[in-house]
């Protein structure tokens, strides 16, 4: 390893020695400043991808641009995830070292699995950022629920790292091959051995984006689990995930199959989660099923990959981060000693807490997709996608299943807002300074790829060549 | 010179700028009402400084043919979308039409509205700026993002504000609208991926896109789906009914610019952008809009007949009046199509009128009922003074500004389909019933019930006043908006300005 490939490498050492280094300074000195310590490594890791253009091949992973774009957005969600953290945990009595140093392994993890270039290190990333999701979702000890959600993921998950496994063994069985490169050149026909080891790494895959149908685990997971992990859960892992799938897609161009499954899960994953969500009276569970949902619409934008669908699915999968984190962030600063998780709950909050009322707002007409909010642009970017691969069916679908959405979104800006609430309900505790950045960092991400995506677009025109 | 100055991205942008004064304001909404006002009255001075100058912009011959001013810049080169704007003389009529109703809401909601006034005066500020954008939008993807930007104050006035079932009325609202422009907005998207496909150029632009040959399926489809989302703004028959829960169950400011200019967002889409783009398509589709017209205007009017509260009323009144714009538009003819843009016009005004009586009404009696009320000429003579003259204005009393655009539309009409100018006639005869029911129930009769009424105060007569001065103005001597449209009007329908 040369000291070139070392530089493009240091934004994972950052994270990975990070980790290590949080839980040393936990043991030596236990209640420091360990967040502060994450948060500043993190940043770190941050500014190192962004101003430091360097690129690197090495066995394994390949930092090109793509990797450094996501090395990128998965820190700025980690931080966000983190800054909302230091206040809950607080709250909620989680306290130690474990947390913030599980959180930079996490980070690791899907920053190795977005520079993954053999399905190895692939594997290998994405099972740590999960293995590290094991440990936050179950983090609150006394936390029936969290016991169970993680129970439950922990369960799920390690099924579905059997699945990857078993489909990774099956494609090195038939071409004798890891790496991704090789992996692309496709024979004429496609070894009967080689799809079924491909269709178990998607299915596997599939698991982690929770497509319809291995997604049954998302809404318990992200009812139990405490909300800034959640927050974490439902947008980086799920950016990683996206990223992964962008890289072995390209194994399987131009096999109609693959074409036919993705179009299957798309279609039932935009229909099952927002007709779901329809019902829920918790708003984690709201959530969780519109994050499924929204997963749903990624899965077209792969659909409609030849028809330039990866832009699209990167720009959603960003926008939809941004909305994800301002959304479960706005729940985290609104849970205090006990978890605000009925809608009900939130009737007139819209009022009592101005500045997280109107994040969730904001968060909620992104998700639905409603101008000027960022949502619309990547609804545009994936539906534009759709109709130029010629998909018009899912693309109505998708359009009919988007107004499904928008009824149960309104459902929450219609108790912040006109319901008044029961009873006298004490004043809300003013938000502190971490808390307000943590939300208005996602927010003011929305709003501005919302009004001018122009920047970003280009960028991923350039990222993906 | 004119263009170096942005007035069109001015004109849009400048309330949403007015928002920001409303941050400091907000805790004050003694400070925060007259501050609005006067972003709303610098807005509406603007509009009619373009207008009283339209004819020396007129000769200065910009870039685009019928084109006022026009606004072009890159906005999203990745999708092919600009940031264009333009004005002509259509676009003008409903942009003085916007900023003055805006005044009018303001005005009349100036003491009914108490609560949460700060907010209340941003979202009316927002939701000017997304109505000016869509009046003035050429991008259609610009379009769009303007015609779903309008919806959310409006969601939010309707919601927070409103009465009775102000969060059913709301919800259905938004959600029917929305139907109607998620299919839209695919086809536009579908419309730029063939033009792009034909002449290699993504754009979203109208000019360009207008030059777009279509198969008849195809061109047929895409119309069907721009139609869906303008006739559900308009609203026609079948697809009217989220309009009478919504009118009723907004506060007065909402009502009065629902009733002014959401609904002319629909009738103004279908003019800019359904039939010029697909003409073909919208020539095969015209004997379904003239039925859905006719039923709507026969429908609304038998409705409203039977209606006790006075706001319903009045809403099924704009279902009928709007089936007349829809007639205009179907025949596509420069008299009828004249008469609908004016009607447009005419209906902001009276309607918004009405619907602004009604409120000052139910915020001295508490009630809306018609048969809570009677004998009202003696008891508070200016409204019903003034009440008068608006309602006589909705039936269309040759003078009054209705007339003339009620005239336009049948007399255009009748050239290329007899048939239904006649039936539209019998639609005027039953608005006539109802209205003359309505008055003759509230302001002539006895007294049924002692109501404690005061009547009109400064504030009020002022604004009516108003109100019915450019009643009897544009139905005395409409001329001046004739000549404001005739140009755009010839144009569209594709004769020589």
Redesign the interface.
Known sequence: MTKADLMALMPLIILAVGSVLVLLTGAVRPGGYLYELAGALIVASLLWSLCLPAGAVMPGLAITPFARFFAVFLDSAGLVALLLASGYNKRRAIVGEEYPATLLFALAGMGAACAASDLLMLFLGLEAFTFAFYLLVAIERDSVRGGEAGLKYLLNGTLSAAVLAMGIALVYCSRGTLRLPELAQQPATLEPLFLAGFCLIFLGLAFKLSLVPAHLWTPDVYQGAPAPVTALLSTASKGASAAAVLLILPLMAGWRGGHDILWCLSLATMVCGNLAALVQTSIKRLLAWSSVAQMGYVALAFVALPAGGG?AAIFYVVAYAAAGLASFGAVSVLSDGSDRDVIDQYRGLG?RNPLAGAVLTVAL?SLAG???AAG??AK??V??AA??AGEITL??VG??T??VA??FY?RVV?AL???PADGVEAAARRLTVSEATALAIPTLATVVMGV???PL??LL?LILG | MMADLHLLTVLVFFPLAGCLLMLPAWKHPAAARPLALGVMTGELLLALWLYASWQGLAALKPALPGYLLVEDAPWIAAFGIRYTLGLDGISLLMVVLTAFSFCVALVVSWRSIGEKVGLFLTLLLAMETGIMGVFLALDLALFYLFWEVMLIPMFFLIGIWGHGRRIYSTVKFFLFTMFGSLLMLLAIIALHLLHARQSGVATFGLFELIATPLPAGTQFWLFAAFFLAFAIKFPLFPLHTWLPDAHTDAPTAGSVILAGLLLKTGSYGLIRFGYPLFPQAAQTLTPLIYTLAIAGIIYASLVAFAQEDMKRLIAYSSIGHMGYVAIGIAAWEPVALSGSIIQMANHGVTTGALFAMVGMLDERAHTREIGAFGGLWGKIPLWSFFFLIFSMASVGLPGLNNFVGEFLVLAGTFTKAPLVAGLAFIGIVLTLVYMVRLVQEVVFQVERRPLPLADLDCREICVLAVLALLVVWMGVHPAPLLNLIHGPVQLLTGGVP
Request: hydrophobic share 65%; proline share 9%; net charge positive.
């Open positions: 832009r009022y007409f409603i101008p000027p619309f642009m545009f970017a539906f534009s109709l130029r693309a109505v359009v009919l988007a107004l928008v009824f309104l219609v807002y006109m319901s001018y995506p122009a677009l280009d025109a």
